[in-house]
Each structure stands twice: as C-alpha cells, then as structure tokens.
C-alpha cells in the first residue's frame, strides 16, 4: 500500500493515492466516482444490448441503459496536500478478469452495495478480504431508502468490526467524499497496526 509523494515545485508535499470503487452489476460505481470527482471523469461505458438480456440482472435497475465495460476514472483533491485518484470496476463477472489490475498499488477500496440485492456484493467483498486490501462497505441508498442498518448488514456479510460499514448515496458529493475519508482514515489505521 503507496501513498506517493512530490512536491510539484511548490516546495510543498502533495501526497496521491488510488481508491478503487468497486462493487456489484448497476450498484452505483459510476455515479459515485461522477459525483465526488474534480474533474470530467473518464467513463468507459457502453450501451446495453439485447446481448446481455439473461446476463446482466435489470430486476431492480430497469432504467440502466449503458454499463462499464473497462473502468472509471476521477480525481479529488481531500486537501490541499492529498489528491484521490479513483478507479471504478466494471461489476459484471464476466469483467472481474480486469480487477487484478485496477487494483493494484491501490491503498484501500470502496465496496458499494445495493442492500436489495445484498449477495451482489459478495465477490467483491471477498475479493478484497483475501487481498488484504482495506475497504469499507458503503451502503447505496436508492430512492433515499436505507432498509437495513449497518449492524444488520455487518452480520449477513460475517464481516468483522475492523471494516467500517457506512451508509451513502452514490449522487451526493458530499456523501461520496465522506466515505472517502472513511476508507483513507481507515487505511492509514491498517497501515499503521
């Protein structure tokens, strides 16, 4: 895990570091690296086709029309002295080939979950616990509906009380940042331990 350093001839340190959003099929990656980024985020999205029809699960994403098929891209500056560069995965399995790269030199994760479709997220959960990458689980809310606590949802996971387990909706800034903070707060304890 790198926290890289320069001082980009300010005589200042700039500390950067790569966050990955990951998560299940139409959790809300994109949304999320869109809403909290400074910058245009780079999308590799893709319009969805009768091809998927029987693959990809609309049950409760209807209206998605597109899905990423390599990666999303952003970056935001948490301080004058600390730029996120964030790295969205394509959620669907038949993409996970590409996570082993996007991930690496990677500091921590952001899992985002769908509580309706809580088994969605399970591959990732435990792509990154057998990593040993730090990540917290970041409840997406949709239609500002939370329908289970982060208790409940830290039990049906059988995750430990180490990964913080938050609540968040993917098209708030403020939401997203705050969860950015969670996951560099708590990959800096896990370096530190």
């Known amino acids: 895990m790198d926290f890289a350093s320069s001082s980009g001839g300010t005589g200042r340190a700039t500390t950067s570091a790569k966050i990955v959003v990951a998560g299940g099929f139409g959790v809300g990656k994109t949304t999320f690296v ?4 400074e910058i245009n985020p780079l999308r590799t999205e893709a319009v969805m086709t009768s091809a998927s029809a029987g693959i990809d699960d609309l049950t409760h994403t209807g209206d998605k029309t597109t ?6 891209f952003g970056r935001i500056t948490l301080d004058q002295d600390l730029i996120l560069y964030l790295f969205g995965t394509p959620g669907q399995d038949r993409l996970w080939f590409m996570w082993d790269d996007l991930v690496r030199g990677a500091i921590g994760a952001v899992v985002l979950v769908d509580t309706r479709r809580l088994a969605d997220c399970f591959p990732a959960v435990d792509y990154f616990e057998n990593s040993g990458l730090p990540f917290v689980i970041a409840l997406n809310g949709f239609d500002g509906h939370q ?9 049906a996971l059988q995750i430990g009380p180490d990964a913080p387990i938050i ?3 993917a098209r708030h800034r403020a ?5 950015l903070i969670t996951l560099v707060e708590h990959a800096l304890m896990a370096r530190l331990k």
């Not at 869109?34 to 980024?37: I, K, N, Q, T």
């Not at 329908?147 to 039990?155: D, I, L, M, S």
């Not at 939401?175 to 969860?179: I, L, N, Q, T």
Request: hydrophobic share 25%.
């Open 167 to 169: 609540t968040t909706d």
């Open 147 to 155: 329908p289970y606590t982060p208790e409940e949802v830290r039990e």
């Open 175 to 179: 939401d997203a940042k705050s969860g």
């Open 67 to 72: 899905t990423t098929v390599a990666m999303d």
């Open 34 to 37: 869109g809403a909290v980024s």
